[in-house]
């Protein structure tokens, strides 16, 4: 648990504002995070604006919660003296960074090209799905759903990637107790990485059921 304590100037007073609290939580948080976007992306939770707690000689804040500081998570504002008293105020760093989106609108089937991609600043965290960060992430891929302009692309968004096409020769691989042997077959169908298919063993003629590991190749129990 991160710790951070300092005395509150003016202590005098017979109460501690909202304001107090919240400028005391965006020093905790920016001292702690040194990295983090401007204080204008930090959002908080509360203290509700015009709610007073009784004058403390010394706050004590600590993080209560995941250490990730990307993450919803909350801060804690403790104090022991004169009048112990704790709040809890929920905080999250918005980052902003570069994510994939439509370039123009795409109908369902669209097989993407770097042309249909383009990059715009966004806030990952209010994403539903996980978002890309680079056009070659999603090139080459399908899109599974139509999208408009400026729609930001996620990996839900987008079809498996085939590694295997039907009618197309692939590298046979079988391997086991230190062995390794490969041989040429066709694919019966297209694969998936980790799909299970049918292929073709090219030199007995035989048809076998293997792994799709990479690209053409494909893996059978040994």
């Known amino acids: 648990m991160t710790l951070l304590t300092w005395p509150v100037f003016g202590a005098a007073t017979t109460s501690e504002s909202a304001a107090t609290i919240r400028q005391a939580v965006e020093r905790f948080v920016g001292e702690q995070n040194p990295n983090h976007p401007t204080p204008a992306d930090l959002r908080l939770g509360g203290p509700p604006a015009g709610v007073q707690y009784p004058s403390c000689q010394r706050l004590e804040l600590s993080f209560f919660g995941t250490g990730d500081p990307y993450s919803a998570q909350t801060v804690a504002v403790q104090c022991a003296k004169p009048v112990p008293w704790t709040v809890y105020v929920p ?14 609108s795409l109908t369902a089937g669209t097989v993407l090209t770097a042309g249909d991609l383009a990059l715009m600043p966004g806030n990952a965290a ?69 799909q299970s298919i049918l292929v073709r063993n ?12 990479a690209v053409a190749t494909v893996r059978v129990p040994f």
């Open 91 to 104: 905080v999250r760093i918005v980052q902003s960074q570069k994510i994939v989106v439509a370039a123009h």
């Open 126 to 194: 209010s994403l539903a799905g996980t978002p890309l960060s680079s056009l070659s992430e999603a090139t080459g891929r399908t899109l599974r759903f139509g999208t408009v302009a400026g729609q930001p692309i996620t990996q839900s968004m987008l079809a498996a990637p085939i590694w295997v096409h039907g009618g197309n020769n692939v590298t046979l691989v079988a391997e086991g107790d230190g062995v390794r042997i490969t041989t040429l077959a066709q694919a019966i169908e297209n694969g998936h990485p980790g």
């Open 202 to 213: 090219l030199q007995s003629g035989r048809v076998v059921r293997g792994t799709v590991t």
